[in-house]
């Protein structure tokens, strides 16, 4: 079946180097943002999450960064492995609501080079 | 772990059957939702619920319906297919003001 993949910006890199991948984000008002990897074939993973009081928050091998002036995601994966491959979203929550609607982004394939 | 459920990965119907998609979540989240995702148009919600027996439209609703009858439990339905209708399914569930937990999806061929 056609994969989710197509038609996505790509990113490639070297395993062993760091990755950073950005997102611009659509609306001054979103007050949390999480970001997914979703590989061929599955369901999105949650990796990260980030309100928007804070401007930097550290995981197992990545950070999130959020500069709420221009309105701009990154997610930042050091040492990138082959089984880092996949497309990554990042998603935001309008006021963070009860009801929790996700606003996404297009994605971006990390294609990881051995 | 959350752990998300759906009844089928891969499904094949033809046109104006009635298809029914299952989601089953463990970790007695409020809030489920179900997207359809094709490439190049990314994730779009098709409907969601914040409670048993509540319902609230998408972003692309027709041509769907959904049911919660049970907390863990979301179901939708295509009340009679259509070639349109052929995507990969997703089915998510979150508490409120936390992150979406996804199924493994289900890819729904209409002929």
């Known amino acids: 079946g056609e994969s989710v993949g197509l038609h996505l910006p790509t990113l490639s890199v070297q395993e062993g180097d760091n990755s950073i991948i950005n997102c611009a984000y659509s609306?001054?008002?979103?007050?949390?943002f999480i970001w997914y990897k979703q590989e061929s074939g599955k369901g999105p993973q949650f990796i990260i999450d980030?309100?928007?009081?804070?401007d930097k928050r550290q995981g197992q091998r990545v950070t999130v960064l959020l500069n709420k002036t221009v309105k701009h995601l990154s997610l930042q994966i050091a040492a990138t492995q082959p089984g880092d491959s996949a497309v990554y979203f990042c998603?935001?929550?309008?006021?963070?609501?009860?009801?929790?609607?996700?606003?996404f982004g297009t994605g971006t394939l990390l294609a990881v080079q051995p | 772990d959350v752990k998300v459920t759906q009844s089928s990965r891969y499904l094949v119907k033809r046109t104006g059957e009635k298809v029914f998609l299952e989601c089953v979540q463990d970790?007695?989240?409020?809030?489920m939702f179900w997207y359809r995702q094709d490439p190049g148009l990314g994730l779009r919600l098709i409907y969601f619920?914040?409670?048993?027996?509540?319902?609230e439209k998408g972003d692309i609703p027709e041509g769907y319906s959904v049911s919660r009858e049970k907390k863990e439990r979301f179901s939708l339905i295509l009340e009679s297919a259509s070639t349109n209708q052929t995507s990969m399914y997703l089915c998510?569930?979150?508490?409120?003001?936390?992150?979406?937990?996804f199924g493994p999806g289900t890819r729904l061929t209409v002929l």
């Open positions: 609306n001054s008002a979103s007050d949390y």
């Open positions: 970790m007695d989240h409020e809030n």
């Open positions: 998603a935001e929550i309008l006021n963070g609501g009860a009801t929790n609607k996700l606003i």
């Open positions: 980030i309100r928007s009081n804070m």
């Open positions: 619920s914040y409670d048993v027996k509540m319902k």
């Open positions: 998510a569930s979150s508490l409120p003001g936390r992150p979406q937990f």
